[in-house]
């Protein structure tokens, strides 16, 4: 696996080095390097069967972009940052990657980030790079960026080391209360580890990443072969869908449009996980599909392939009017597509296929 690295202001990572707590630090001394396998050490595995996990590389995605990171809290700078790498192109253009701000952040509210600020006592403008799992209501991110040690001083513990903004337990919402940290008026928990900073609704989630994911999601043998196949191609932001129907039957919204999808894998994938890459010259993406084992995976390569040359969406669509296929290949129980999108846009809305069910990420 080769590996891209950046420098950044303010915070270095370096996948190779490991922190008291067993899983790999993002933190080192030197240049950045960043890894979706890195990232899922982070997180804690869900209690849910069904959740998404984002894993974004903010400084890359800024710099593949051509785009300018604002150095303070003015809004008109914020949104021209912020809006291209979320796919809210305001010229009719799109960014060549998809790196949303993470949820933790409240990106609706992202032209607040000095009200933000002021109460959090950090912003979106201060992340280098995240990885967050959204598990409802117990979603949980783990942020890299330009926090000092006293970042989160001013507010007051609910456990040790555990700070809070806002009051009650969790999940307790008071719209009476609500702000542009806690869009529902329920308390969020944060805390700082090792230079990053954590975030969630849980109490528990975060005093368990204090303490060191006791089963990280990068142990997750589904997670770590996707995030593996993402770092071969060196994305430098990740979008996972585990769980649920990926099912052509259960999915479409109506039968006839199971019926023009057209061709699809016969066998079932459980996960799926869309890199985005740095251009060459246009945007480039890549797909992976997680199957129960090797021989599912390698009986699925010609079929995945079809379904970009021939298969459409539910609208009727062709794929192949939006993607072109570089390479299809299978390793283990993953298939991997290198994508380049043709249509304007394609590699944004990508992510909304995937989030509907829809072609190419359905089987038979």
Known sequence: MTMR???AAGVTLAVLA???CGVPDLIGG????????AGLAQLP???GEEYMVRVVDLDAATEAAGLKRPTDLDPESISAWMAPLSGQQSDGSYAPVLAPMPELTNPKFGLKAQEFHDIAGWSTVDISSYAEVIDRPRSFASLTGDFDDSTLDHLPEVGDGVRTVGEGEDGEGDLARTTVVQPTGAPVRMAQRDGRLGGSSSTAAVEDWLDGPEMPLSDDPTMSSLADALDEQDAVSAQFAVGGDFSAGTTLRTPRAADHVGPLPEHAFDAVAIGWLEPDGGPRLVVAYHFSDEGAAESSVDPIKEVF???RDMYGRALSDAYVVDKV???GPVVTAI???QREGAQVKIQTRLQARDAPFLHQ
């Open 30 to 37: 030197g240049d950045e390097e960043f890894t979706v396998t």
């Open 45 to 47: 595995r869900p209690e």
């Open 18 to 20: 490991t922190s008291a």
């Open 5 to 7: 690295t950046t420098i």
């Open 339 to 341: 994508l380049e999108p």
């Open 309 to 311: 040359a021939s298969g």
């Open 329 to 331: 290949t299978a390793d």
